[in-house]
């Protein structure tokens, strides 16, 4: 069982930037594909980027690539999502997940998901 818990989430312009952080409560966190998703309100989850187990490989949707840099620290069980460049239409509540078993967008591969916090970008 893995817990994650986001925080960084706000109120910002746009324009603007913000650093979501993810902390993951787990003894393997190596061990896990890293993923941000998000959740507008009246829409389905959507991916935003993914980092592998090694921080060697990263992922990210084409709305956010340029803007938005996923990183992670193993000895600290950290995951973050530097975003910048902030839209309208990058407000969600942004969602971490953890898997073990594949590096990959689709949602259904994530075991474990935190309850996630909420980004509101103001025009």
């Known amino acids: 069982q893995v817990q994650l818990v986001e925080s960084g989430g706000g109120l910002v312009q746009a324009g603007g930037s913000l650093r979501l952080s993810c902390v993951a409560h787990?003894?393997?966190?190596?061990?896990?594909?890293m993923g941000w998703f998000r959740q507008a309100p009246g829409k389905e989850r959507e991916f935003v980027a993914a980092i592998g187990w090694s921080a060697m490989s990263t992922d990210y949707a084409d709305s956010v690539k340029g803007r938005f840099t996923i990183s992670r620290d193993n000895p600290e069980n950290m995951v973050y999502l530097q975003m910048s460049g902030l839209k309208p239409e990058d407000t969600a509540v942004y969602h971490c997940?953890?898997?073990?078993?594949?590096?990959?967008?689709?949602?259904?591969?994530?075991?474990?998901w935190g309850q996630g916090t909420p980004v509101t970008v103001s025009s």
């Open positions: 997940a953890a898997n073990r078993r594949s590096y990959g967008r689709n949602p259904d591969e994530y075991e474990y």
């Open positions: 787990t003894n393997t966190f190596s061990a896990y594909v």
